[in-house]
């Protein structure tokens, strides 16, 4: 079992950033790729960033050069750096632990797939 905890959501004007945290416990050996998704009110949840254990990544076309995905092995914790910050960034985020990922043309799997609660982030205009 793992749990999957995101912090750092909020309110921020347009222009702005946020860091986005995710915190695994549990059972989180073996975790080999981990993401960020977003959901926006009446949209499909979109995959946003993905980092491979050894720190690959990959982003979405619309956040390209403005995200940053990290991660801390040995705290088992993932971040999300968003910088420039648009409304169209509204969206609830979500960590997620994916049961595969590909990441810079290579497969990763991992043990099991879990997802956060998620953290509502605002962007005013």
């Known amino acids: 079992q793992v749990q999957l905890v995101e912090s750092g959501g909020g309110l921020v004007q347009a222009g702005g950033s946020l860091r986005l945290s995710c915190a695994a416990s549990?059972?989180?050996?073996?975790?080999?790729?981990m993401t960020w998704y977003r959901q926006a009110p009446g949209k499909q949840r979109e995959l946003v960033a993905v980092?491979?254990?050894?720190?690959?990544?990959n982003y979405a076309d619309s956040v390209k050069g403005r995200f940053t995905i990290s991660r801390d092995n040995a705290k088992n914790t993932v971040y999300l750096q968003m910088n420039s910050l648009k409304p169209e960034d509204t969206a609830i985020y979500y960590c997620?632990?994916?049961?595969?990922?590909?990441?810079?043309?290579?497969?990763?799997?991992?043990?099991?797939?879990?997802w956060g609660q998620g953290t509502q982030v605002t962007v005013s205009s």
């Open positions: 997620r632990i994916p049961r595969s990922a590909y990441v810079s043309g290579r497969f990763y799997s991992n043990p099991y797939d879990y």
């Open positions: 980092i491979s254990s050894g720190g690959s990544t």
């Open positions: 549990g059972s989180t050996f073996s975790i080999n790729a």
